[in-house]
């Protein structure tokens, strides 16, 4: 009886190590959705705001976005969608990505699906919106009075958008399939999810507040064995998906 009982927990344990802790599922990329409910001609943005993982044992994830579109050209607007449950495979793939543009519309009608910094393709450098100004020794993307919400939107105040950062970006990664972090400083990227840049940005939020523990636990999910203290560790370090409230509407025109 005694070794009837080892054989069924080693079996047991064999069962959960070959399906990872995952199960067969299928999840849409609500991206894709997003993107194909726009009106053709529309010029947007749509940006990373948050991300989430629920559950013990079986997991799932999801993303929160920021979108600024111009229902009326000239005129963006900011709206925060609800939580969207996304494709595990999407979810580690932008896991670097927190407050990060993953995919825009210009006016020119070009979809460019490429993780930059947040307002590089349609408004910094676009002399629609605003200007380069000399000052502080350096060249600094300025937005005009009446689109200076976008400065607040962008967090330009806190990180202003060098002359140089947007050359590099146009230069050597727009168009060539390579996500642009800005320079890296004091062992940390300008942007993206580990950044000084996303926690200012995001400082009243669960997430931002923890990130070190949940950027460790998706690195543990991504390279996830056999070993149940793993799955412990992940366990306790839950997210409630209440972690940031959703901020809707846009700005007045």
Same mark, same amino acid.
């Given at each position: 009886m005694?070794?009837?009982k080892l054989t069924i927990i080693a079996l047991l344990l064999i069962a959960v190590s070959s399906c990872g802790g995952s199960r067969d599922k299928f999840v849409k990329n609500p991206v894709d959705?997003?993107? +194909?409910?726009?009106?053709?001609?529309r010029v947007f943005s749509i940006m990373l705001y948050d991300m989430n993982v629920e559950g013990n044992f079986f997991e799932d994830y999801y993303h929160k976005y920021r979108i600024i579109e111009e229902t009326t050209p000239g005129q963006p607007e900011e709206r925060i969608t609800d939580w969207f449950e996304v494709p595990e495979s999407y979810f580690k793939q932008h896991v670097d990505d927190m407050g990060m543009e993953l995919v825009s519309r210009g006016e020119d009608g070009k979809l460019v699906k490429e993780v930059s910094p947040p307002g590089y393709n349609n408004y910094v450098g676009n002399e629609k919106y605003g200007q380069w100004v000399q000052r502080d020794g350096g060249s600094f993307w300025e937005f005009y009075g009446k689109f200076a919400f976008m400065s607040s939107m962008f967090n330009m105040f806190t990180y202003p958008v060098r002359r140089s950062y947007y050359n590099d970006y146009r230069g050597n990664y727009y168009g060539r399939g390579r996500a642009y972090y800005g320079p890296t400083t004091g062992g940390s990227s300008y942007y993206g999810t580990n950044s000084?840049?996303? +926690?200012?940005s995001r400082a009243n939020s669960t997430w931002s507040n923890n990130r070190s523990s949940f950027k460790n636990r998706v690195n543990s999910r991504t390279s996830r064995s056999s070993s149940s203290t793993s799955r412990t560790s992940r366990s306790s370090s839950r997210y409630g998906r209440?972690?940031? +409230?959703?901020?809707?509407?846009?700005?007045?025109?």
């Open positions: 005694k070794y009837a959705d997003i993107v +194909r409910d726009m009106p053709t001609e000084n840049y996303t +926690r200012t209440s972690s940031s +409230r959703s901020r809707g509407g846009g700005f007045g025109k």
